[in-house]
């Protein structure tokens, strides 16, 4: 388990400022950029992809999970355990409730979420979340 410090988090921002460089964001002109270590120490990264539908635009936290997914090894995909996102603004930039939940699924209520006020666990941001240990017969890879 990597040590969450200063300077992880600042290796986390960076990275997020990377994938956020990458952003395909013709049509909200607000490129966004995300990345997360796993509980095995890859840091993996995504940033959004809009679509001229917008409701179809794919949020940098989903292409961060598809990155988690891609890149684990199949029955031990990685979990999340210290995860930033930024926006074109300086500073930290929360995830939406959609992207909460899909953070749940993967990084669970301890996973840490950067913001501004300081580092939180997800659990705080998303009070009351379920993933698969509250459905009937959980998930089967």
Avoid: K
């Avoid at 460089?21 to 959004?48: E, K, M, Q």
Wanted: charged share 20%; aromatic share 4%; with cysteine.
């Amino acid at each position: 388990m990597p040590e969450i410090d200063d300077d992880l988090w600042e290796q986390l921002r960076a990275a997020a400022r990377d994938a956020r460089d990458l952003a395909y964001a013709p049509y909200s002109n607000h490129p966004v950029g995300a990345a997360a270590i796993t509980a095995d120490g890859r840091i993996v990264t995504g940033s959004n992809v809009e679509n001229a539908s917008i409701g179809v635009t794919l949020c940098a936290e989903c292409s961060m999970v598809g990155d988690l997914v891609r890149t684990g090894q199949p029955g031990d995909r990685g979990r999340l355990v210290a995860f930033a996102c930024v926006g074109p603004n300086p500073g930290p930039l929360l995830p939406c409730g959609r992207c909460r939940q899909l953070l749940w699924e993967h990084g669970g209520a301890d996973l840490i979420v950067d913001r501004a006020g300081g580092p939180v666990p997800l659990s705080f941001l998303l009070p009351d979340g379920f993933g698969p240990d509250q459905l009937p017969g959980g998930v089967d890879e």
